[in-house]
């Protein structure tokens, strides 16, 4: 019986060692600032939430101009991924790079994302606050904007309580989740 549990454990180990990492994919479709598709390895396509950020769906405020930005970056190219888990909706959560270029990174430092602190570690937490605050500085994408509108650019359809805000009347971020993933 010891050994049964010991070999049990030894694969669940090895299952979720192969999970950490889905190696090389292609990029098969954006469908916001924040979601890909891909194809890893032969396997079935498979969506994926970019980590630690949080972008504007296209029924928003500069939520196309967020997703055209992502795919611009990343659609028919390569992308690496780092398994971080699964969202309540039954996505990946992972980091992304696209041709090596870290892909939350870029949609924070063209103003097309906002950092989502509660899903970042530290480290990443630090840097993507920096690329943050630099573009909110330079008025790049949603930073740019001081309209109504841009309050709401960050919300899912029907008033998603994980939404992040803007305040418009001081131009500063607001960003902080109520809910994690």
């Known amino acids: 019986m010891f050994r ?9 180990l090895l299952v979720i060692a192969g999970m950490a990492t889905a190696g090389s994919c292609k990029v098969v479709k954006v469908s ?10 032969g396997k079935k396509q498979e969506r994926v939430r970019l980590s630690a950020i949080d972008a504007p ?15 611009e970056l990343c659609l ?10 699964v969202n309540r909706l039954g996505h990946m959560i992972a980091s992304v790079k696209c041709d090596g270029v870290d892909a939350s990174a870029r ?12 899903a970042a570690d530290a480290l990443v937490r630090d840097r993507l ?4 605050e630099n573009a ?10 001081t309209l109504p509108e841009t309050q709401e650019a ?3 359809k029907g008033g998603n309580k994980d939404a992040a805000y803007l305040n418009t009347s001081t131009g500063q971020d607001c960003c902080k989740r109520r809910n994690p993933l």
């Open 154 to 156: 960050l919300s899912d």
């Open 57 to 71: 769906v296209r029924t928003k405020a500069f939520g196309n101009e967020s997703r055209n930005n992502l795919a």
């Open 4 to 12: 049964f549990v010991l070999n049990t454990a030894a694969v669940v």
């Open 129 to 132: 606050k920096a690329l943050q």
């Open 32 to 41: 916001s600032g924040h979601m890909i598709s891909v194809h890893c390895d």
């Open 136 to 145: 909110q500085k330079y008025e790049r994408g949603l930073w740019a904007n």
């Open 107 to 118: 949609q924070i430092e063209d103003g097309f994302a906002v950092l989502d602190e509660q």
């Open 76 to 85: 028919g190219k390569t992308a690496t991924l780092v398994h971080h888990g």
